[in-house]
């Protein structure tokens, strides 16, 4: 059954595949094998790959470029860059204190050979093998970063000249959008004029924005209201990343962003978004702190740590008024999960809260955060548990809505979607709860992706588009992995092609990198 990528219903079909691309789809029994291997397919759904829209493998793909976690899952092409911060374009200071600053979400791996500073170099470096595709979303804070440091405030006239230069450098040499994150340092810095003149310069270049918005919590209505606005004054396309509704405030509110957004794409914006489809987050332990906490970068930011009387200011903005970094919600240190951290002298810690942790030391929950931030560097990670069931699945209905992960790989207990979103859709969210039909849900894993990401030739199953395709057992596809047990493959995906050459085989990984990354040129995003 070949679900297309489209929408329409699934329809039988062989499948001919030639040189990289479908060259035919015949009715059944029709196809000429003609000496080619032939693989039955009775029983299985044939699906265009699935495009991961938020994911952090900036390092991963290139340290373990066979990629297993998300080939697994029947990943073909994934979107990096994400959430304002990544490592191109850079120069070797910015390099260094991002380094550390992101440490938690991709690591810092021990000999690892940084040989880019441009965009252009970094997917260079992308093409020298890995097993699913890539494209690239120019980091907004990286950018600030590189132009005015860690500084809070607004940038000058010529600092934005030359933000701007910069991304329109980056769009030139492939880069598919801008991404930000507006609850992270230092994009958080940047007002609403300088996110908007940035954007013109990625709509004059055929890209689009991909804001992690200013909070999902206490200011999340107003957070989106800004995008929109931003999107509308300049005339960017508009993909919000994993967009959600969280935390009590919020309890069952998604019809209060879905009507924001309908009403933005009644009025002609094009407003696309993504979710995953779980209810904890995950993010950085440090990405807790309130904005001014992190001024200044990694190092100034454990200096605040160390001093008593800052440290107090930071306990009084987390745990009374709720930080910025926090989303304007107090925190519950119940709710806050340690999944990985950098030094391995602490990984004992991961699957602990924060209020677990303190209650068995008999120190307060504060106290237990900033000593964990200070002894590992600010390289923890953690799980969020603040999501809300109803919100993911009235979200996740929604015509503009896509797939991502936000998936991060590195840790002793990372979230469990970076190995089971998109198996989680198809067989809890398709098959067992009947929130979306099949060819729904396919059409949001792919055709819709590639649309967004302006792919050539990608994203359906079409005669003379590129063979990215999955074969999925609708009755068996089911995610494994969970919150105790993160890294295991889905069960039901027993092959998976990226331009005609098999990363999974019969279930098994093969061990080939036909991938690429994914240039943005005025035709689409393509390989070179």
Same mark, same amino acid.
């Not at 924001?260 to 407003?271: H, K, Q, S, T």
């Given at each position: 059954?070949?679900?297309d990528?489209t929408?329409a219903?699934?329809?039988?079909?062989?499948?001919t595949?030639?040189?990289g691309r479908?060259t035919?789809?015949?009715? !059944?029994?029709?196809?000429?094998?003609d000496?080619r291997r032939?693989?039955?397919?009775?029983?299985?759904?044939?699906a265009?790959?699935f495009?991961?829209?938020h994911?952090?493998?900036d390092?991963?793909l290139?340290?373990?470029? =066979?990629?297993?976690?998300?080939v697994? *899952? +029947?990943?073909?092409?994934?979107v990096?860059?994400?959430?304002?911060?990544?490592y191109a374009?850079?120069?070797?200071?910015?390099?260094?204190?991002l380094?550390?600053?992101?440490?938690?979400?991709?690591?810092?791996p021990?000999?690892f050979?940084?040989n880019?500073?441009?965009?252009?170099?970094?997917?260079?470096?992308?093409?020298? $093998?890995i097993?699913?595709n890539?494209?690239?979303?120019?980091?907004q804070?990286?950018? /600030?970063?590189?132009v005015?440091?860690w500084?809070?405030?607004?940038?000058?006239?010529?600092?934005?000249?030359?933000?701007?230069e910069?991304?329109?450098?980056a769009?030139?040499? &492939?880069a598919?959008?801008?991404s930000?994150g507006?609850?992270?340092?230092p994009?958080?810095y940047?007002?609403?004029?300088?996110?908007?003149e940035?954007?013109?310069?990625v709509?004059?270049?055929? $890209?689009?924005?991909?804001?992690?918005?200013?909070?999902?919590?206490?200011g999340?209505?107003?957070?989106?209201?800004?995008?929109v606005?931003?999107s %509308?004054?300049s005339?960017c396309?508009?993909?919000?990343a994993?967009a959600?509704?969280?935390?009590?405030?919020?309890a069952? /509110?998604a *019809?209060d962003?879905?009507?924001?957004?309908d009403?933005?794409? =009644?009025?002609?914006?094009d407003?696309?978004?993504?979710?995953?489809?779980y209810?904890? &987050?995950?993010?950085?332990?440090?990405?807790?702190?309130?904005s001014?906490a992190?001024e200044?970068g990694?190092a100034?930011?454990?200096a605040r740590? #160390?001093?008593?009387?800052a440290?107090?200011?930071? #306990?009084?903005d987390l745990e009374?008024?709720g930080?910025d &970094?926090?989303?304007?919600?107090p925190?519950?240190?119940?709710?806050?999960?340690?999944?990985?951290? /950098?030094?391995?002298?602490?990984?004992?810690?991961?699957? /602990?809260?924060? =209020?677990?942790?303190?209650?068995e030391? $008999?120190?307060?929950?504060?106290?237990?955060?900033?000593d *964990?931030l200070?002894?590992?560097e600010?390289?923890?990670?953690?799980l *969020?548990?603040?999501?809300?069931?109803?919100?993911?699945?009235?979200?996740?209905?929604?015509p503009?809505?896509?797939g991502?992960?936000?998936?991060?790989?590195?840790? =002793?207990r990372?979230h469990p979607?970076a190995?089971?979103?998109?198996? %989680?859709? !198809?067989?809890?969210?398709v098959r067992?709860?009947?929130?979306?039909t099949?060819?729904?849900?396919?059409?949001h894993?792919?055709?819709r992706a590639?649309?967004?990401?302006? !792919?050539e030739? #990608?994203?359906?199953v079409?005669?003379?588009?590129?063979?990215?395709?999955?074969?999925?057992?609708?009755?068996?596809v089911?995610?494994?992995?969970?919150f105790?047990?993160?890294?295991r493959?889905?069960? +039901?995906?027993?092959?998976?092609?990226?331009?005609?050459?098999a990363?999974?085989?019969?279930?098994r990984p093969? &061990?080939?990198l036909p991938?690429r990354?994914l240039? %943005?040129?005025?035709?689409?995003? #393509?390989a070179?």
């Amino acid at each position: 059954m070949v679900a297309d990528g489209t929408g329409a219903p699934a329809y039988a079909a062989d499948v001919t595949v030639t040189g990289g691309r479908v060259t035919a789809l015949d009715p !059944l029994g029709r196809a000429v094998a003609d000496g080619r291997r032939v693989l039955p397919a009775d029983g299985l759904v044939l699906a265009p790959g699935f495009v991961d829209m938020h994911a952090h493998s900036d390092l991963a793909l290139l340290t373990e470029p =066979a990629h297993l976690a998300k080939v697994a *899952q +029947g990943v073909t092409c994934e979107v990096l860059g994400q959430d304002g911060l990544s490592y191109a374009p850079v120069d070797d200071d910015t390099l260094a204190q991002l380094r550390r600053q992101i440490a938690g979400w991709n690591g810092d791996p021990d000999g690892f050979d940084w040989n880019w500073r441009t965009v252009g170099e970094y997917l260079d470096r992308l093409d020298q $093998g890995i097993a699913v595709n890539a494209c690239y979303l120019v980091p907004q804070g990286t950018v /600030r970063a590189l132009v005015m440091g860690w500084d809070a405030r607004l940038a000058t006239e010529d600092e934005l000249r030359r933000q701007k230069e910069l991304v329109a450098t980056a769009m030139r040499e &492939g880069a598919v959008g801008m991404s930000s994150g507006l609850t992270y340092t230092p994009g958080m810095y940047a007002g609403t004029r300088e996110l908007t003149e940035l954007c013109a310069v990625v709509a004059r270049h055929g $890209g689009y924005y991909s804001p992690h918005h200013r909070s999902y919590g206490a200011g999340a209505l107003d957070a989106y209201a800004e995008m929109v606005a931003v999107s %509308r004054e300049s005339g960017c396309p508009l993909h919000l990343a994993h967009a959600t509704m969280n935390f009590g405030v919020n309890a069952g /509110r998604a *019809q209060d962003l879905l009507d924001l957004l309908d009403a933005a794409i =009644a009025e002609g914006r094009d407003i696309t978004l993504d979710t995953y489809p779980y209810l904890p &987050g995950s993010t950085t332990l440090a990405a807790l702190l309130p904005s001014w906490a992190s001024e200044g970068g990694p190092a100034a930011t454990l200096a605040r740590l #160390r001093d008593p009387d800052a440290a107090a200011r930071v #306990r009084h903005d987390l745990e009374e008024t709720g930080s910025d &970094g926090c989303h304007g919600v107090p925190v519950d240190w119940a709710t806050i999960q340690i999944s990985g951290t /950098r030094s391995p002298a602490l990984a004992v810690r991961a699957g /602990r809260t924060i =209020a677990d942790l303190a209650a068995e030391s $008999g120190r307060a929950p504060f106290e237990v955060f900033r000593d *964990q931030l200070l002894d590992d560097e600010l390289g923890t990670t953690i799980l *969020q548990l603040v999501g809300d069931e109803e919100n993911v699945r009235a979200i996740m209905r929604h015509p503009a809505h896509t797939g991502g992960s936000d998936g991060l790989l590195t840790g =002793a207990r990372p979230h469990p979607r970076a190995w089971g979103t998109f198996a %989680r859709y !198809l067989g809890h969210y398709v098959r067992d709860e009947g929130v979306l039909t099949l060819e729904e849900c396919v059409a949001h894993l792919s055709g819709r992706a590639a649309r967004r990401l302006r !792919l050539e030739r #990608r994203g359906f199953v079409r005669a003379g588009y590129h063979a990215d395709l999955v074969l999925f057992d609708p009755e068996a596809v089911a995610d494994t992995a969970t919150f105790e047990d993160p890294r295991r493959t889905p069960d +039901g995906i027993p092959h998976v092609f990226v331009g005609g050459v098999a990363v999974i085989s019969d279930g098994r990984p093969t &061990g080939a990198l036909p991938g690429r990354a994914l240039r %943005r040129t005025p035709e689409g995003a #393509r390989a070179r």
